[in-house]
């Protein structure tokens, strides 16, 4: 009989955005027709440098990576201000790290504090290694931290709390304030989450000089565009870093991902227009949904925004099914923790998928209405 561990028996499986190929087959669409707005990668596509040196480098698969990053940390560490002996690199994603910091620092029934609705993926990584999540509160009518309820949730046997900035999915900031608070009142990590820090404009470097226990997570899987490439990144003080070079698998970044990750920190020009074609897009888009009375949406800082849609008389799973039929794919928000069953979660597109978007939108809801 197959018996697996008890944590796994119990685990329930991370419901991921859902894929174009997926949705192509499953609903007879022509995949190059579909628009994905539902897992906050980078619209424009990846930089064109980065698919000219993959081009150039396949010939390289046959060989094992690199174990010794050197060149690319030195790359991560400058985009990011930061010294070499500070990065830490992932080969499948932000979520390697993750799983890194949870393999470091975790021994059986130690906590992690998480506020919630937030980024899934932590709660799912965790308590795989026996951890015990334990929830704090983001407030999503005026989308901030409780910082309160975050503190409050401190004890001896907390080993991690993440506190994520823009927050996923409800993109609101965290203060600095805030932050500084949550650092100095543990001496557990404080897993700051910087996978959108890009499109806020703001970011939290500055204070790892001064608190050793803080790790700022990172990834390519946004406004740079790599999220098939499967390349994350922490920053953290080098004992931190350490530690956690001993649990890394070590030939985790595959090769083609090292060459269009070097690649894209070169192409700046990149860089800076994808973060601002997607900020302006972002506005675009805020400004539209805001205009329909029976949608509530937030502000966000990041490339999505988070809409209740009660309003409508769908719940989110009827209105991203309806949206799928025609070839647009958002983020049912129903599986995230402190959400009910009435919320969506849209990445930024294009300023034509955005338009097509809301095109659409307006009918289904339309239909709705006149129908009732
Ligand atoms: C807040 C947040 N952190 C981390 C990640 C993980 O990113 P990746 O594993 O693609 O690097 C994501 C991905 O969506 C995210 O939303």
């Not at 980024?119 to 965790?126: A, D, I, P, Q, S």
């Not at 001064?210 to 390349?231: D, P």
């Not at 995230?336 to 069953?341: A, N, P």
Request: hydrophobic share 40%.
């Amino acid at each position: 009989m197959i018996n697996p561990s008890k944590v796994v028996k119990k685990l329930d499986p991370y419901v991921p955005g859902r894929s174009i190929e997926e949705i192509a087959s499953n609903y007879g669409l022509d995949s190059k027709k579909i628009i994905k707005l539902g897992s906050n990668e980078n619209p424009f596509g990846p930089s064109p440098s980065a698919v000219e040196a993959l081009k150039k480098n396949l010939q390289q698969i046959s060989q094992y990576p690199e174990s010794n990053l050197n060149n690319l940390i030195k790359d991560v560490a400058s985009y990011s201000g930061v010294s070499p002996s500070n990065v830490i690199l992932g080969g499948d994603g932000a979520d390697e790290i993750l799983d890194v910091l949870g393999k470091t620092f975790i021994e059986p029934g130690d906590e992690f504090i998480v506020p919630i609705p937030g980024y899934m993926y932590y709660e799912y990584t965790l308590t795989i290694q026996g951890a015990v999540p334990v929830y704090a509160n983001w407030d999503v009518p005026s989308n901030t931290l409780d910082v309160n309820s975050v503190i409050k949730a401190i004890n001896p046997k907390t080993k991690l709390i993440f506190l994520c900035t823009p927050n996923n999915p409800t993109g609101g900031l965290i203060s600095r304030e805030d932050i500084i608070n949550v650092l100095e009142s543990t001496n557990a990590v404080v897993v700051v989450d910087e996978a959108y820090y890009e499109f806020s404009g703001v970011n939290n470097i500055d204070l790892l000089n001064e608190y050793k226990n803080l790790f700022i997570l990172r990834t390519f899987s946004k406004v740079l565009g790599l999220a098939g490439m499967r390349i994350g990144y922490g920053l953290s003080n080098p004992e931190i870093i350490k530690y956690m070079y001993r649990v890394k698998p070590v030939f985790s970044l595959t090769k083609l991902s090292e060459v269009a990750a070097t690649a894209t920190l070169h192409d700046k020009d990149y860089i800076k227009k994808s973060t601002e074609l997607i900020v302006e897009s972002r506005e675009f888009l805020f400004k539209s949904l805001s205009k329909f009375k029976n949608l509530k949406v937030y502000e966000s800082k990041a490339n999505y925004i988070l809409v209740d849609v009660r309003e409508t008389r769908f719940t989110a799973q009827e209105l991203s099914e309806r949206l799928i039929q025609k070839g647009i794919i958002v983020r049912d928000c129903t599986s995230f923790k402190g959400l009910d069953e009435y919320w969506i979660r849209v990445s930024v597109g294009t300023l034509d998928e955005d338009i097509e978007f809301i095109k659409i939108l307006k009918e289904i809801i339309f239909m709705k209405i006149k129908k009732s």
